[in-house]
């Protein structure tokens, strides 16, 4: 996103909703926002418009397939790191009965995005921060968020 200016925020309806939008902070960690915007469309397509299932369920060979697929960003990692967080997703809301639940459930911000950061892969203190916000969750302003947050090296 172009600086100072935040996001839509969204109700997530289903589990696919987070993981749509926790996709987009996993491939703009490191990255352009342009550039994800850009291929947002075929990333889509090429992640069954982020019905959970069908990303949980793809294997080895899927993701390397889309190692070799131009509609995305090809790196490895994080297209390995979508399924897995997709299982996690799946995983979580089964033990909390909704991921809302699992999200609620920390004492703090701060307690819930250390949960996330080990939870999941790909996600640094700005993309759950980023998450946290579209999908509607209660974050801090982001003035505290940046004096809060983990110094940057």
């Not at 995983?91 to 999941?120: A, C, I, N, P």
């Not at 640094?124 to 509607?136: F, H, P």
């Not at 209660?138 to 983990?150: N, Q, S």
Request: hydrophobic fraction near 40%; glycine fraction near 6%; include cysteine.
């Amino acid at each position: 996103m172009p600086a100072g200016v935040a996001p839509d925020q969204i109700v997530p309806e289903k589990l696919d909703d987070y993981l749509e939008i926790q996709t987009k902070a996993v491939f703009q960690s490191g990255m352009s926002w342009k550039v994800v915007e850009a291929k947002w469309p075929t990333i889509r397509e090429a992640f069954h418009d982020f019905q959970i299932g069908a990303v949980a369920s793809m294997d080895e060979s899927a993701v390397d397939a889309l190692t070799d697929d131009k509609r995305v960003i090809r790196n490895r990692r994080k297209l390995q790191a979508i399924t897995d967080n997709a299982r996690k997703m799946i995983e979580l809301e089964d033990e909390f009965g909704s991921f809302q639940k699992y999200l609620r459930s920390h004492d703090s911000f701060w307690d819930l995005v250390g949960d996330l950061r080990k939870q999941f892969k790909f996600m640094g203190e700005m993309g759950c921060y980023y998450w946290l916000w579209v999908v509607g969750e209660d974050v801090p302003d982001h003035e505290t968020f940046e004096a809060e947050r983990t110094p940057r090296k």
